[in-house]
């Protein structure tokens, strides 16, 4: 992969080794200096930076064109020495120059400003007066943050850090499900089940309590609804049961959307403290958002700006109840297991009246509803009226809704429909998919909420310090100490793979030492903090670089170590073309072993005062480097454990 851009000004040592090469192979087979930077690829192990000469589609023979570019080779400052391999060129940088020029970059750049509190190294402008939104998490209000979220949270805090390291302007958003008949069914459910001493003990639990109780009476309502209809053999009613709980919640729902004040009131407490509780779940994650919005922030006006729009376009058709059944797309907040009775797609399958669609058939999206029978709009339309709405109070460069691949359909629908709009800015939207998580659930079944997960991987991981009584009395507290590795390793687990892969949680895996995991990443850095402590008194690294031999590095690892580290700016843009933390995760991995290798021939203890100072700068650096990804990826680096 080309690690170029077009004609960005050198900013690192490889950078201008690139371009070094470039402008020689331009004269050599004369072609245009972006035209060969674009050509200059990362090598393979043991070679710097490689050409592949066929991709130049040039007409001469590409063995002849690499003789010519090995023959006419000028060693300079940034480039030593060439080889021919067949059809490829490998390059390798001064091996000099690469050590001191990098170790000075990183560590220069690694030092805390105004702007970047943890350095700037790996990061660039690339996106400089742009601005991007970015939809994640979006769990659903009056319930625990649970394991269904956790994907959406990771990915898209990751996604936030990376457009923000490529220099852009970001608004981290929560879409909250915090609007539709659940609310009037929690309302009547309160009613009931409610009690303000729960309430003020653990308001979340308590609330989510209620809905599963007052659910249960909905199911067992319809139960018998479904009793009686056998009896009477109405066997085609069976599709519309009947719940007296039900039809009261829709009522009251109806209530609120006509503003009623008593229960508005009720609702707006309920999100309150939904959103209390989720701040401090996020705190945890070491995640933030910018903006808490929810479907119920979506106005009135747009939503009947999009109706009208759709009916003057000529867009809106028909869908009757027997089309209604047989659709099995989207729900919203699908994850939410208990939200499926009351789900909106299946009350417009309620219907006997046809409810209005939009066509998709052409593109193979079915024929989404859009407003039921009794004039209620569903989700599809909040999504198209808030996409619109957004735009508006953010002009962005581009949109990025991270939502599971259980919901391709939908979203594929919904800018579908925008583009049918003639939206302005349908081409901006981006739709950032992942799989699934199995195993995130208890043996019955129910799902496991993500505050216990956390918990058990934080008291897996302080077993395993306790191990070692006396490192843990070193330890001010062990307990935050043991949930930060714990967090880690549930993060890891899940930026490991590629998005769109499913995976299983594996606790007794996640945790372990052994193998590519969280822990073993944070004990590489800790593992590099310790050297300065270790060190001192008798080193302590030089204030000025300048005054430190970088020359004396004349290791083959050292090398290693040095192109690793300098290679991780690239990485970070290579990351921003695929959206995937798995990149980051990898390239995290890859520098925790060859640090781990370099032990045995790197050691700083006990050496000459010169050669120990530029090992310990060496290793420095590496930390720095090190704990950069680990951020990237909303990890919190720790120097002990």
Not at 264 to 279: G, H, M, P, Q, T
Request: aromatic content about 10%.
């Amino acid at each position: 992969m080309s690690m170029s851009s077009p004609m960005s000004p050198p900013e690192h040592f490889l950078d201008h080794a690139r371009l070094s090469i470039a402008n020689q192979v331009s004269l050599s087979l004369g072609i245009s200096v972006q035209a060969a930077l674009d050509g200059v690829d990362f090598g393979k192990k043991g070679c710097d930076l490689t050409i592949a000469v066929p991709r130049f589609r040039l007409k001469e023979k590409p063995v002849t064109l690499v003789q010519k570019l090995v023959s006419e080779f000028q060693a300079d400052d940034y480039v030593e020495s060439v080889d021919g391999d067949g059809i490829f060129v490998h390059y390798r940088c001064h091996t000099t120059n690469l050590i001191r020029s990098s170790l000075d970059t990183i560590f220069k750049l690694s030092q805390p400003t105004e702007t970047h509190p943890h350095g700037s190294y790996g990061t660039n402008e690339s996106g400089k007066g742009r601005k991007v939104v970015i939809e994640f998490s979006s769990p659903n209000i009056a319930k625990p943050f649970h394991a269904g979220h956790l994907r959406s949270t990771i990915i898209g805090t990751f996604l936030s850090n990376l457009f923000e390291a490529n220099g852009w302007q970001v608004v981290r958003l929560n879409y909250l499900g915090d609007w539709g008949k659940q609310f009037g069914l929690l309302a009547v459910g309160y009613q009931r089940y409610g009690s303000e001493a729960e309430l003020a003990k653990n308001a979340i639990m308590h609330l989510f309590k209620v809905y599963v109780d007052i659910n249960k009476e909905v199911k067992e309502e319809q139960k018998d609804s479904a009793e009686k209809l056998k009896r009477g053999k109405k066997e085609e009613n069976l599709n519309n049961l009947h719940s007296a709980t039900d039809e009261e919640a829709k009522a009251l729902f109806r209530k609120m959307e006509q503003g009623d004040e008593e229960f508005l009131a009720l609702w707006r407490r309920f999100r309150a403290l939904s959103i209390k509780a989720y701040e401090q779940v996020y705190e945890r994650l070491n995640v933030h958002f910018d903006v808490y919005s929810g479907e119920s922030q979506v106005s009135a006006e747009g939503i009947a700006g999009v109706m009208r729009t759709l009916k003057e376009k000529g867009l809106l058709t028909t869908k009757t109840r027997k089309e209604s059944q047989q659709y099995h797309g989207y729900q919203s907040n699908a994850v939410d297991e208990v939200d499926a009775s009351s789900a909106e797609v299946d009350e417009a399958a309620e219907d006997e009246e046809p409810a209005l669609a939009v066509d998709l058939t052409e593109w193979k999206l079915g024929k989404p509803v859009v407003e039921k029978a009794d004039g209620a709009t569903i989700y599809i339309v909040r999504d198209i009226a808030g996409a619109l709405q957004r735009y508006e109070d953010y002009a962005f460069d581009k949109m990025i809704y991270v939502v599971g691949d259980q919901q391709d359909l939908h979203v594929a629908q919904f800018f579908k429909i925008l583009s049918l709009m003639d939206a302005p800015f349908v081409d901006r939207l981006e739709h950032v998919n992942f799989g699934k998580v199995h195993g995130m659930s208890t043996r019955n079944g129910e799902v496991k909420f993500l505050e216990e997960i956390l918990d058990t991987t934080k008291d897996a991981m302080l077993a395993q310090m306790m191990k070692n009584e006396e490192k843990v009395r070193e330890i001010n507290d062990p307990s935050y100490y043991s949930d930060q590795v714990g967090m880690t390793c549930v993060k890891i687990q899940d930026m490991q793979a590629k998005r769109i892969h499913a995976y299983d949680f594996d606790l007794q895996r996640m945790t372990s030492f052994e193998g590519d995991t969280g822990a073993y990443l944070q004990y590489a850095h800790v593992r590099l903090s310790s050297i300065p402590r270790k060190a001192a008194p008798a080193l302590v690294l030089r204030n000025d670089p300048s005054l430190i031999n970088t020359s004396l590095l004349t290791e083959s690892k050292a090398r290693e170590l040095v192109f690793l580290l300098a290679s991780y700016p690239d990485v970070v843009k290579t990351a921003m073309k695929n959206y995937e933390p798995s990149t980051i995760v990898s390239y995290c991995f890859r520098l925790s072993h060859v640090i781990s290798s370099a032990w045995e021939t790197l050691n700083v203890i006990g050496q000459d005062e010169e050669i120990a100072q530029a090992r310990l700068y060496l290793f420095t650096c590496a930390r720095f480097v090190l704990a950069g990804g680990m951020r990237l990826l909303s990890l919190t680096p720790i120097d002990r454990m």
